[in-house]
């Protein structure tokens, strides 16, 4: 780890100043410190934010809750009202890391962190988020692990969040304040980049800017499920992950919203796929169909092949279960 300066911020203006001038801002470090330890980053100056009062969850008059963003994995999966009104958040937070990593890694980390790309943690390989222009080495390299869907050709890493995946299906916001005070509120499908050919950029942040809260709506109607397929049930990142809400009436189905994590460079959430669903009656033919619209566009580079027959059958699984039809797995 290289030298660096540290200092405190008391505010969100105070941290957002030191930003941009060329500050990296620090929290629960969780992701951030293995990744200066690596000299993936190599920052010169820190600025903590945990000082500044952003670790409430707090109700809002539209009958959600607002989560600010130093409020830790630990805290926002054990809270009563997410346990009982948003339950596949409280899942995916924890299947999302140990107890200790949960104690620590806090909500805007949380969606701000990086990919956990073999070539991407190795200095000495190719990678163009890394380093923009170097190449992609996991396109013809071991890519077990990476993108079948929204992938490029300078980048087929995938977002490692399972937080952010139940946010996604939950139609969250996220709050933003930058240097100037301006505030602004983004959809958090809107708030992550797919790679494109500027890979190096994964989300709408501006240089000064600080995620100060999450926003969730008021709970949705219908049953909430999280699954996440890894290679062991500990502590591990997705393969596929899928978080849906679905609302059943009169055997039909008459909301769906789906969100996919493991698969692409951000949360995946396809519309298309929704449509398929929503006004019929749920069976397994019904959930091969929204597979096949969700997969029509998937490419594997080789390890990663098996992520295709992977996802629809979890999908299949996933849906049959939250329909009262069993698991289909």
């Known amino acids: 780890m ?5 200092q405190r911020a008391g505010t969100v203006a105070d941290a957002a100043g030191l930003m941009s001038a060329g500050a990296t801002i620090i929290a629960g470090g969780t ?3 293995d990744l200066m330890k690596l000299q993936v980053v190599t920052p010169e100056r820190l600025v903590d934010i945990n ?4 670790n409430e969850i707090e109700e809002t008059a539209q009958g959600g809750l607002r989560v600010g963003a130093l409020v830790t994995n630990s805290d926002l999966a054990a809270d009563p009202r ?4 948003y339950p596949v958040l409280a899942r995916a937070l924890l299947s999302g890391a140990s107890p200790q990593l949960r104690n620590k890694a806090t909500t805007g980390g949380n969606l701000c962190q990086r990919t956990r790309c073999y070539y991407f943690y190795d200095i000495d390989q190719a990678c163009n988020k890394r380093e923009p222009g170097s190449g992609c080495s996991a396109i013809d390299g071991f890519n077990r692990i990476h993108a079948i869907l929204g992938a490029s050709d300078q980048c087929i890493a995938t977002h490692p969040s399972d937080m952010a995946v139940a946010m996604g299906v939950l139609k969250a916001d996220v709050e933003i304040e930058g240097g100037d005070g301006g505030r602004r509120t983004v959809p958090l499908d809107e708030f992550f980049r797919l790679p494109d050919d500027t890979p190096h950029l994964e989300n709408g942040l501006r240089p000064d800017e600080v995620i100060t809260a999450v926003v969730l709506p008021s709970a949705p109607a219908g049953e909430q499920r999280y699954r996440k397929v890894r290679d062991r049930s500990s502590y591990a990142f997705a393969l596929v992950s899928i ?3 679905v609302d059943v009436r009169d055997e039909r189905i008459e909301e769906a919203t789906l969100c996919f994590g493991g698969l692409a460079h951000r949360p995946w959430r396809d519309e298309r796929v929704e449509a398929v669903l929503v006004g019929q009656r749920p069976t397994g ?3 091969g169909k ?7 566009e998937a ?4 390890h990663n092949d098996f992520k295709i027959p992977l996802t629809r059958r979890t999908l299949r699984a996933v849906l049959a279960d939250i329909c009262g039809l069993g698991d289909d797995s």
């Open 82 to 85: 997410v346990r009982r009104r």
């Open 285 to 287: 033919e019904l959930f």
């Open 299 to 302: 490419k594997g580079f080789g």
């Open 31 to 33: 992701n951030l410190l």
């Open 243 to 245: 978080a849906a809400v």
């Open 2 to 6: 290289r030298p660096f300066d540290y």
């Open 51 to 54: 000082r500044v009062p952003l």
């Open 290 to 296: 929204a597979a096949d619209v969700l997969l029509a």
